[in-house]
């Protein structure tokens, strides 16, 4: 295979590594974006944009699928507090819009705007296994071989498991806080619809919103003291929910419409050295 010598090289094509790469591009720089993974993601992670996200892809030019530009969604978020009667409006300032879809739907869009931009070469199922100085060794996992990058810049947008930051050895040891159980809700209206829901008062914080027409998300906080094979969400959490909810979610846990993450916290820091 042949190597490449690009300006820039971004490591990991999520959200950060996609936008990064656009934004380079859009320079004029001539970029590779490598992205370990060959299949869409299926993650359960961001879905949530704030408005100043939808900025910054306003400004690149980046459209999402699913984003309508004048959708009432977005507006804010509502909490119910369990000590409080009426819920708190938590209104995003002069009139500015949040906006919320599946995670995947987020990424696939970034990805085809990357795939669009002639002034990156994107490569998936494109694993960087050492960073020498300015020098990558990436495994090419179609072909089962290893490629070299040598590039003035790399930026490592690699995750959690970052490459970039163990090249640097910088310790990683990040504190389990809680778990979260994302739960698909199908067929259902939200109390306030337009905003988040930020429910308080049970075994952790809940949140809800729309993620697309028919779907809404839920977010339970597990406490990482609850065994969560064992643990009935229906019994842990269902005097929180909104009655409006409580069917969905029912029906939701039969057909076990529920994907887990861990919720993880480093304090953030800032590092690199010339060069990346
Ligand atoms: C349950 C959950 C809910 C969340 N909700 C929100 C929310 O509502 N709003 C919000 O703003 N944020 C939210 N977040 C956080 C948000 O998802 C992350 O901040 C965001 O995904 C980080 O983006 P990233 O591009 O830095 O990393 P990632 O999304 O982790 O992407 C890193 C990419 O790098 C690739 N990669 C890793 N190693 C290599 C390598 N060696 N070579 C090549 N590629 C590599 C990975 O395959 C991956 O595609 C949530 C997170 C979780 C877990």
Redesign the pocket.
């Known amino acids: 295979m042949k190597n490449l010598a690009p300006d820039i090289t971004v490591?990991?094509?999520?959200?950060?590594?996609?936008v990064t790469a656009l934004a380079f591009a859009h320079k004029g720089a001539d970029v590779v974006l490598?992205?370990?993974?060959n299949k869409q993601?299926r993650?359960?992670?961001?879905?949530?944009?704030?408005p100043p996200?939808l900025k910054v892809l306003k400004h690149l030019n980046i459209s999402l699928d699913s984003y309508i530009e004048n959708d009432t969604n977005g507006q804010g978020f509502v909490v119910f507090a369990e000590d409080i009667t009426e819920p708190i409006y938590l209104h995003y300032p002069d009139g500015l819009k949040g906006f919320?879809c599946e995670?995947n739907r987020v990424?696939a869009s970034l990805r085809a705007a990357v795939c669009n931009c002639k002034n990156i070469d994107f490569r998936s199922n494109?694993?960087?296994?050492a960073i020498q100085q300015q020098q990558l060794s990436?495994q090419d996992g179609q072909h089962r071989e290893l490629f070299q990058i040598s590039t003035q810049l790399i930026v490592g947008?690699?995750?959690?498991?970052?490459?970039a930051r163990r090249s640097l050895n910088i310790p990683h040891t990040p504190k389990l806080i809680s778990y979260?159980a994302?739960v698909l809700l199908e067929n259902v209206e939200l109390p306030f619809e337009g905003f988040g829901h930020v429910l308080l008062g049970g075994l952790g914080p809940v949140l809800a919103y729309r993620i697309g027409q028919n779907q809404v998300r839920l977010?339970l906080d597990v406490p990482i003291n609850f065994c969560k094979q064992n643990l009935n969400l229906w019994e842990a959490y269902r005097n929180l929910l909104p009655r409006l909810l409580l069917d969905a979610f029912q029906r939701a846990l039969e057909k076990n419409q529920v994907v887990w993450?861990?919720?993880q916290y480093s304090s953030r820091i800032h590092y690199g050295r010339p060069g990346l």
């Open positions: 490591i990991g094509a999520g959200p950060v590594g996609c490598l992205e370990a993974t993601t993650r359960f992670a961001g879905e949530w944009l704030h996200a919320s995670h990424i494109s694993r960087v296994r990436v947008a690699d995750g959690r498991s970052s490459i979260m994302g977010c993450a861990a919720n």
